[in-house]
Every structure is written in C-alpha cells, then in structure tokens.
C-alpha cells in the first residue's frame, strides 16, 4: 500500500515539475501569439469606427473607456459598394489563379528532372536555380517592362501571368526538390523494373506522394499574387479601370493623397476572405509540406 502512494505521489509530483518546467515556454508563446495578433486587432476595430474618430484618436482609446466607442459599417459599405469592386475580386481571382497553377505545373516537371533525371550540366543549373531566388524583385521589373512593351504585352493578363510564374519558380523548384528527392530510390527503381517511363513515374508516383509540398507552395504563391499591388501596377498599369485588382482598386479608393486611409482597414479583412478559406482548405498539407524534405535518411 505504501508503495502504491509512494509512486502516485511521485507521479503527481514529476506531472508538477513537468508543468512548471513548460510554463516558461508557453507563456513566451502567448505572449508572442497576443503581440503578432495585436496590429490586426487594431485593425479590426478601426474598420468598425468613423472616419472622424480614427483621424482623432487611436484605436486603443476603446480600452481606456474615457469616450463611448461608435460603432459603424460605413467603411465597409464604402469598399463594397464601390463601382468596379466586383470585377476587381474577378480579376484578382483571374490573375491568381493562373499564376499559381503554371508555376507549380512547371516546377513539379523541373524538380523531378533535377532529382531523378541524368542531364549534362544539371548541376549548374540548379545552382542558377538556387541562385535566381536572391536576385530582388524589383530589379527585373523595368527590364520585363521594356521587353513587354517592345512585344505588345504590357498590360495583358497574359503578361502579369508570366512575371508572377518566373518570379515564382526558382522557390517552387526548389522546395519541390526539397520533397521530391527524398522519394526512396528503391521505389523509382521498382516503377523502372515495371516497365514505366519517367512521364508515367512522375504522374503515378512522384505527383501523388508530393501533395503535401505542392499545397505549401499553393499557399504561399496564392498569398504573393492576391496581395500583390506593385507587379499588377507595372504590368496590368493604371489606364483600365476593367483591369483593376483588388489591390488596385483600393489604392485608388484611398486616393493619391492617402485622405480616405480608413477604407483600407475595412479592405483588408474583405481581401482577407478567399486567402483564409485556401488556407483553411489546404491546412491539412501545410505543415507536411513545410517539414517535407528537411531531413533526409
């Protein structure tokens, strides 16, 4: 019986020490969580107040409870009532979309050749790959620009598509290989004793088994072109109100001046809706595609 007690209390004790020993870590944890969620709170309740008493006082005035908090949708009627709101989501989703499909479609081909595939010089050229996603966004923007214009493609759907896929696809490569070459060779060697070619592997075999990092990628692609404002204005320009995003439209809702400021903290959660729901729908694969290819063995 003694022994029994003996052994509950230490139990009951290493639980304790257990608990206390984690405490510090969850606390830096929530306190990292309430720091990273508190711009976005200040936001949320921004989007809620009158233009009047955000140009006055600070959001986090609510909590002082010196002035009654005013409550108002105007901010949100004003973005959504916007003519031209409607088709600017159209349009984004018309960008985006194809702008994340082409360059994993490319990518998945690529990375398999560069894992799984003898070609002279693959080496160096995944070193270009590798060396591609140092190179600054912004300075291929004016070079892409001239080269548009000069081929009437500037300000074409077609054209902001191809920016977004070559600005993607070194990280896309990249990860992809991360995954893809972790593949037991034993399985590629038995799909190669059965008599399948390479195309038939990669899209029976390889496909399938990197789900998990295709959606990561997804989801970080989606994120970049919907809330992408600079590439859509160098490319898809300010001339045609038809080809405005969402982004687009809401700098032009706020004005060149910045004198309607408050329409965009109401912008920012309408924005937020689609890249929440993808996020949301593909969250199973994300963090087996961020930990895909890590470690190898």
Known sequence: MSVSLQTESG???????????????????LLLCF????????????????????????????????????FTLQNYEAVLSAEGMANAFLNSLLVTIPSVVIPITVAAFAAY???????????????GVVMLMGVPLHMALIPIMRIYTSIDLNGTFLGIWLAHTGFGLPLAIYLLYGYISTIPKEIMESAHIDGASP???????????????IASFAIFQFLWVWNDLLVALVFLGTDNPDAFIVTSKLKELVGSKGQNWEVLTAGAFITMIVPL???????????????????KG
Do not use: C, H, K
């Open 11 to 29: 139990v009951q004790r290493s639980t304790v020490q257990a608990v206390l020993s984690a405490a510090p870590v969850r606390i830096v944890v």
């Open 113 to 127: 050749a560069f894992a799984w595939m003898e070609f002279p010089g693959r080496d160096f050229f995944f070193a």
């Open 35 to 70: 720091l990273w969620s508190l711009p976005t709170i200040g936001l949320l309740i921004s989007s809620i107040r009158p233009a009047t008493d955000i140009n006055s006082t600070g959001w986090w005035t609510l909590f002082g409870g010196g002035q009654p908090f005013n």
């Open 277 to 295: 729901f993808i996020f949301f729908a593909l969250q199973r694969y994300f963090v087996r595609g961020m930990m895909a290819g890590s470690v």
């Open 199 to 213: 195309f038939t592997a990669f899209t029976q075999l390889v496909l399938p088994l990197s789900v998990p990092v």
